[in-house]
């Protein structure tokens, strides 16, 4: 099973992102270009982990303690860089969502898999150039028209534990636990809730 750590997106970004990849498709014909319905902000990638494993998983992501926080959507760029495009982003800030990210590294790497070797740089990936090419500079142009653009401001109250699936589409992304994050009156957090998932 082919499995990540992630929050979602607000329905009401969907529109933005897509009106944005719309603009700018033109210049960039060998981009393949994400759907906008299948984003997310991934916390950690877990990779191929063994069914029987996925419990474990669930019961130590449990252990996570964080608040609910906002989320800043601004600006655009390339990795590595835009003199070498090949992946196409907007950007994300947000402290808070980089401490969830470490916690869940943490929480993880209890269980045997790998640390994250690379700093945290949160992001959506609006497009990727086609196997070893570069996307066109007509984008890298293009794109400067959003590069200190405000889309959005919302706030993330959960995340999950998702399962990639191949398809004759394209990849497909079954969320099978849920962890909302959740204030008390003693104003700790804490996530706790599940999916009715099970792994039988």
Not at 141 to 155: D, I, L, N, P, V
Request: proline residues 6%; positive net charge; aromatic residues 10%.
């Amino acid at each position: 099973m082919r499995l990540f750590i992630a929050t979602d997106l607000p329905d009401s970004l969907i529109p933005t992102i897509a009106d944005v990849q719309h603009r700018l498709c033109s210049g960039a014909k060998s981009a393949r270009w994400v759907r906008p319905e299948s984003m997310h902000l991934t916390l950690k990638f877990l990779g191929e982990t063994a069914k029987d494993r996925v419990e474990t998983v669930d019961e130590q992501l449990r252990q996570v303690r964080a608040q609910p926080f906002k989320v800043k959507v601004s600006g655009v760029g390339f990795f590595p860089s835009a003199r070498v495009p090949r992946v196409f982003w907007m950007g994300i800030e947000s402290r808070a969502f980089r401490e969830l990210a470490e916690q869940v590294d943490k929480q993880t790497m209890k269980l045997g898999f790998p640390p994250e070797k690379r700093p945290f740089r949160p992001h959506l990936t609006l497009a990727r150039s086609r196997r070893e090419h570069r996307l066109e500079p007509a984008l890298v142009e293009e794109s400067s028209q959003f590069s200190g653009r405000e889309f959005a401001t919302f706030t993330t109250d959960r995340f999950g534990m998702y399962q990639s699936i191949q398809t004759p589409d394209g990849a497909a992304y079954e969320r099978m636990f849920e962890y909302p994050l959740v204030r008390n009156r003693l104003g700790r957090t804490t996530a706790e809730q599940r999916s009715d998932y099970r792994t039988q």
